[in-house]
Nanobody
């Protein structure tokens, strides 16, 4: 079992930056691929980014490519999402998730059903 706790959300002006963190419990963090998803009010949860167990492979949604960077530190059991050039349409609750198995390939890692554990979410609000 893995417990995930996100932090780093907040209110930022358009064009600004935030770095989200997701701390995982347990000793097997490096056996999980990790993903970030977001959910805006009235919308479905959508894929943002994913990173493989070693950190060598990453995937991004087209809407964030070039602006967001996912990374992980397996020694610290933490995955990060650096968000730059934020836009009002990035406003959402951001969730991290852990994937306990399966191939690290699209479209699989971009689907919520591929993940076994979820954090409680952190709010990101971007003002115009």
């Amino acid at each position: 079992q893995v417990q995930l706790v996100e932090s780093g959300g907040g209110l930022v002006q358009a064009g600004g930056s935030l770095r989200l963190s997701c701390a995982a419990s347990g000793r097997t963090f490096n056996t999980y691929a990790m993903g970030w998803f977001r959910q805006a009010p009235g919308k479905e949860r959508e894929f943002v980014a994913a990173i493989s167990r070693s950190g060598s492979t990453t995937y991004y949604a087209d809407s964030v490519k070039g602006r967001f960077t996912i990374s992980r530190n397996n020694a610290k059991n933490t995955v990060y999402l650096q968000m730059n050039s934020l836009k009002p349409e990035d406003t959402a609750v951001f969730y991290c998730a852990a994937d306990n198995g399966g191939l690290f390939l699209l479209p699989r890692v971009a689907t919520t059903n591929s993940y076994d554990y979820w954090g409680q979410g952190t709010q990101v609000t971007v003002s115009s």
